[in-house]
């Protein structure tokens, strides 16, 4: 049978409705929005979620070709169990964002063995192809912005764990690379979209509620979701065999961001950017406290971390080699808040 030649491997040529994909992080934000780009483009999906997991999004899914298997990041068996014998493309999206010290231990296995197992499972079920979703994170603080994908990576030096785990993933695709497998990395910056319950669409909840005292200082290249989920699947058949894929957009100042969410939800938004002195003084007592409540501080130096530099990226390469499209800040935020509106979780702007 003739192949479309992609990397150093092949996809085979199959009729649209008969590829397969395996994707972990399924019932997450991002995971959610790779599912139905899968299923729009007419693959058939096999979605790994935990026991006790909630899944009825998921199952929502079900009649457009979607299937579920239990299975756990950290148990090897049940991987290899779930992932279907020569499937298309594995897509590992799932991935611990914690930003409190305390949880590093549990992120470190989830980002790092986790990745390490998924890999070794999709070389044992001769996986076509393996998709990777990483983050900006991994290239740490950069003396130049925008950056592109051949800056040095400082991740290994950040103070959030989260960049460091989500750096060693990656040394671990490239360990299964150099076994055989062939994969494609991809790494986006701050993502905003549908199914977002604990990212930036937590900026719009606290806006329209009325409820952010204040902004945060930065910038960064802001990506949405649904844009990032197509280039995961574009990366199938165009990425390039070990090669990292930068997902951006438009630069924005975290003040840019909050002022057009008071636009779109018709609500007075606060101005008043609090200095990086303020937050890291903030999380310094945050730290202190936990250590006693043993309970995660509204503000943990990692998230300081995160906030306080600047994340903006050159996209060219995923626009170029993936067909990646950018979209405006403005229409991505419309996008979260439309969803948050039809799931209840804010209510629609007053009418004028």
């Known amino acids: 049978m003739p192949g479309l030649r992609v990397g150093s491997g092949v996809v085979r040529s199959r009729g649209v409705s008969s590829r397969t994909a395996f994707v972990t992080g399924a019932t997450g934000f991002l995971g959610l929005n790779v599912v139905d780009a899968l299923l729009a483009d007419g693959w058939r999906v096999v979605a790994l979620h935990r026991d006790g997991s909630k899944v009825s999004r998921l199952q929502d899914r079900r009649e457009r070709g979607l299937s579920l298997a239990p299975g756990s990041l950290e148990d090897r068996e049940s991987l290899e169990r779930a992932i279907p014998e020569g499937c298309d493309a594995v897509f590992h999206v799932a991935g611990n964002v914690s930003m409190w010290s305390e949880r590093d231990a549990e992120q470190t296995r989830t980002n790092v063995v986790g990745t390490t197992n998924v890999a070794a499972s999709a070389l044992r079920k001769g996986a076509r192809r393996f998709v990777h979703t990483s983050t900006v994170a991994v290239w740490g603080r950069q003396p130049h912005v925008p950056f592109d994908e051949t800056a040095e990576k400082n991740g290994a030096t950040s103070r959030?764990?989260?960049?460091?785990?989500?750096?060693?993933?990656?040394?671990?695709?490239?360990?299964?690379?150099?076994?055989?497998?062939?994969?494609?990395?991809?790494?986006?910056?701050?993502?905003?979209?549908?199914?977002?319950?604990?990212?930036?669409?937590?900026?719009?909840?606290?806006?329209?509620?009325?409820?952010?005292?204040?902004?945060?200082?930065?910038?960064?290249?802001?990506?949405?979701?649904?844009?990032?989920?197509?280039?995961?699947?574009?990366?199938?058949?165009?990425?390039?065999?070990?090669?990292?894929?930068?997902?951006?957009g438009p630069e924005a100042t975290?003040?840019?961001?909050?002022?057009?969410?008071?636009?779109?939800?018709?609500?007075?938004?606060?101005?008043?950017?609090?200095?990086?002195?303020?937050?890291?003084?903030?999380?310094?007592?945050?730290?202190?406290?936990?250590?006693?409540?043993?309970?995660?501080?509204?503000?943990?130096?990692?998230?300081?971390?995160?906030?306080?530099?600047?994340?903006?990226?050159?996209?060219?390469?995923?626009?170029?080699?993936?067909?990646?499209?950018?979209?405006?800040?403005?229409?991505?935020?419309?996008?979260?808040?439309?969803?948050?509106?039809?799931?209840?979780?804010?209510?629609?702007p007053a009418a004028h």
């Not at 002022?259 to 939800?265: H, R, V």
């Not at 971390?305 to 994340?311: D, R």
């Open 160 to 248: 959030m764990n989260y960049a460091r785990s989500k750096l060693r993933g990656e040394d671990e695709i490239r360990a299964a690379i150099a076994r055989g497998l062939d994969a494609v990395i991809m790494n986006p910056c701050h993502i905003v979209g549908r199914y977002d319950v604990n990212g930036w669409s937590k900026m719009i909840g606290l806006v329209a509620q009325g409820k952010l005292p204040a902004i945060p200082p930065g910038r960064g290249s802001f990506c949405d979701a649904g844009a990032v989920a197509r280039a995961h699947v574009a990366a199938v058949t165009r990425g390039r065999t070990g090669e990292n894929y930068l997902l951006g």
């Open 254 to 348: 975290y003040a840019e961001v909050v002022s057009a969410i008071g636009e779109l939800t018709g609500k007075k938004a606060p101005t008043r950017v609090v200095p990086r002195w303020v937050l890291g003084t903030l999380a310094s007592v945050g730290q202190v406290t936990s250590r006693v409540t043993r309970s995660e501080p509204a503000v943990t130096p990692e998230m300081v971390e995160g906030l306080v530099h600047e994340e903006v990226v050159d996209s060219s390469k995923a626009v170029r080699e993936l067909g990646y499209e950018t979209v405006s800040l403005r229409a991505m935020l419309e996008h979260a808040l439309a969803w948050q509106i039809a799931e209840g979780i804010v209510a629609p």
